[in-house]
């Protein structure tokens, strides 16, 4: 039986430990999802769970952006952010990339009060970093909102894996 097909027979643990890392250490929104069961399907659970992060309130975003590592330079990362860094190339870096990263993420973190975020799916460090430069000039307020989209994107990449499996 496939995940699809067995979406609501999980029962609580098994379903909160698949769909928790979907947003980055924010479990309580797996948690809140349980709570729409029945799905009618695998669309129906993707819709619910990005319609509880859309309307989830700004603090509790701030929370979840602060929940996401510095790239290429966080060393305690989960498994998800680990193999998405891993696959953009982001576990390679020369020094001097390795030190615009670290000094950008400095940066980043004192202007916004939370670590730069970008879907890595797809994209290699050198893009990463291009992304990085121009981002870091945003004001705070349009950088949030690119942060939460890009939160998305990493969860909808996330759902979509899992569901492929």
């Known amino acids: 039986m496939s995940l699809e097909n067995d979406l609501n027979n999980l029962n609580r643990d098994k379903f909160v430990s698949l769909f928790g890392v979907i947003f980055e250490k924010t479990q309580w929104i797996a948690e809140k999802l349980l709570e729409h069961k029945p799905f009618k399907d695998k669309e129906d659970l993707i819709n619910k769970m990005i319609k509880i992060y859309e309307e989830t309130e700004k603090n509790?975003?701030?929370?979840?952006?602060?929940?996401h590592p510095k790239l290429a330079v966080e060393k305690n990362l989960t498994k998800h952010s680990n193999d998405e860094q891993s696959r953009a190339n982001l576990k390679n870096c020369t020094e001097e990339e390795y030190d615009e990263f670290k000094k950008l993420n400095s940066q980043y973190e004192n202007k916004f009060g939370f670590p730069f975020i970008i879907a890595v799916k797809g994209k290699d460090k050198i893009e990463i970093l291009n992304n990085f430069r121009q981002r870091i000039n945003n004001d705070v307020e349009l950088e949030f909102k690119e942060a939460k989209i890009q939160v998305?994107?990493?969860?909808l990449f996330r759902l979509n894996e899992l569901f492929i499996k």
């Open 152 to 155: 998305k994107k990493i969860a």
């Open 60 to 67: 509790d975003i701030l929370n979840i952006l602060r929940s």
